[in-house]
């Protein structure tokens, strides 16, 4: 050791000495200063409810037809009914929407399509797709107008950039509605909010469907170095230009982006999904690289391999235990438990409806379900101790449940 190190060695062992030695003396001088009364709240825990509220008191302020099948609404804090103000978010998050529809309490995951700047200006956007079939979406067309009351969970959620786990290169793979968590990726992105770049990648099988295509345009314009996006169209008559033809492939996302390092976000339907994240796994790119969103419950099982075959046109029956009393109710092999359950009037806890937030974790005391491959988010002992997620467990025989007492609701 030099004689230059010996020095500062000396000089750093005495000053965490004399740290130590005054240590006492200045916690007491704190403890004098301190107000004699306790103090009613922490900061810490304040703000930990600000961000985490266990549910938001909404109102919908403006809705807008975004295309022929789909809407956006505006929804500010309820001050009426003790919101104050709304929770901030990571772009790509998304609410669990708690509606009552004819009788049944059930939820809805729909992702923020508005940005976090907009959060802290008092507003989220939400932009629903009105299906066919829609069990939820025909309600919503009906009964949600401006001044609707509607209940929220606190932003939720994993699929948002993290500087320390993704590449600054982001490439979106959306389909259809799947498009709002990159809408508010986009606009933080191109504000400033988040250092990193976003090439999207967008397919559309109708061109009367496609949406944000002008702030999009707008977008890429304005900042060509962090934002820029593809259309891939899937229809058979096309008249936009610069389009990519088909579905999104293997060869667009080359085309489009570098798979040797890019990060990839998809959100779309589940069919999407499969076929995506097979093309990107033959391109080479790790699933470290890739980030799903959650998206709701699997439609139509059957289409899995591994699903038991004929169990889809099959009626079960579930004993229920909760809410202190114990009954059978039925359910159909094409409906995920978690349905079954909301049908019959019970409404354990849920957000996700996509066996990722752990929400509706249920004890399965007898029967066997069926979990599609890419939803099942249990962690392992749970698996091991007979715990399903409701949300993506179908069932496959007669079922035994022990539903969670605490957050099952009256549906
Ligand atoms: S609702 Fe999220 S895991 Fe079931």
Redesign the pocket.
Known sequence: MTAKQLKIKVKGTLRDLLAFKNLAKKRMQRFRKAPATRYSSLHVNDLAARLHPASQNLVIKEVRDETKSSRTFTLAADREAGTGEIAYFQAGQYL?IRETVEGCAI?RPYSIASSPADALNGFYEITIRKTDKGFFTGHVWEHWKVGRKVVASAPMGQMFYSPLRDSRRIVAVAGGSGITPFRAMAREICAGGIDASLRLIYGCSDEGDIMFIDEFREMAKAHPDRFSFVLVMSCDEVTLEGCEKGFITGDIIARHSDPGSDSYFLCGPDLMYDFVTRELVSLGVPLRRLRRE?YGEIKNPSRFTGYPSGAEGKTYSIVVHGRGKTETITARGDESV?VALERARYAP?????????????TLLLKGDVWVGPESD?RREADRRNGYI????SFPVSDLELELPTAGTREG
Not at 350 to 360: D, N, V
Not at 389 to 392: D, E, N, Q, R, V
């Open positions: 669990s939820t959650a978690l806890p849920s957000a996700c409806r996509s066996g990722e937030c752990q929400f509706c974790r988010g997620h409701p949300c993506a």
